[in-house]
Nanobody
Framework: QVQLVESGGGSVQAGGSLRLSCAAS????????MGWFRQAPGKEREGVAT?????TTSYLYSMKGRFTISKDNNTLYLQMNSLKPEDTAMYYC????????????????WGQGTQVTVSS
């Protein structure tokens, strides 16, 4: 059984930083691709960043330069800098076994999410 558990969310002021973590456990050896997604109230879920097994990353254009995705063994990270109020959302970690690894790929495994709130 696969488990993805996010942590690191919280409330910060605009311009601040947060580092999200996602601990993966269980049958994870075939996780070719992992990613971060977010969903704000009243909005559709959107892909934030993905990383594949060899470290290739992709980002939503508006995140590039502010957010950095990384992975260390079975833990996925999202470093978020220069946060803006519009970054307020529930952030989810996700994983998939197959190719390709992109923001619009289908992810079969999801965490419960961690809330990020950015105040102006």
């Amino acid at each position: 059984q696969v488990q993805l558990v996010e942590s690191g969310g919280g409330s910060v002021q605009a311009g601040g930083s947060l580092r999200l973590s996602c601990a993966a456990s269980g049958y994870t050896y075939n996780f070719y691709c992992m990613g971060w997604f977010r969903q704000a109230p009243g909005k559709e879920r959107e892909g934030v960043a993905t990383i594949d097994s060899i470290g290739t990353t992709s980002y939503l254009y508006s995140m590039k330069g502010r957010f950095t995705i990384s992975k260390d063994n079975n833990t996925l990270y999202l470093q978020m800098n220069s946060l803006k109020p519009e970054d307020t959302a529930m952030y989810y970690c996700a994983a998939r076994a197959g190719w390709p690894c992109g923001l619009t790929s289908h992810f079969g495994y999801w965490g419960q999410g961690t809330q990020v709130t950015v105040s102006s």
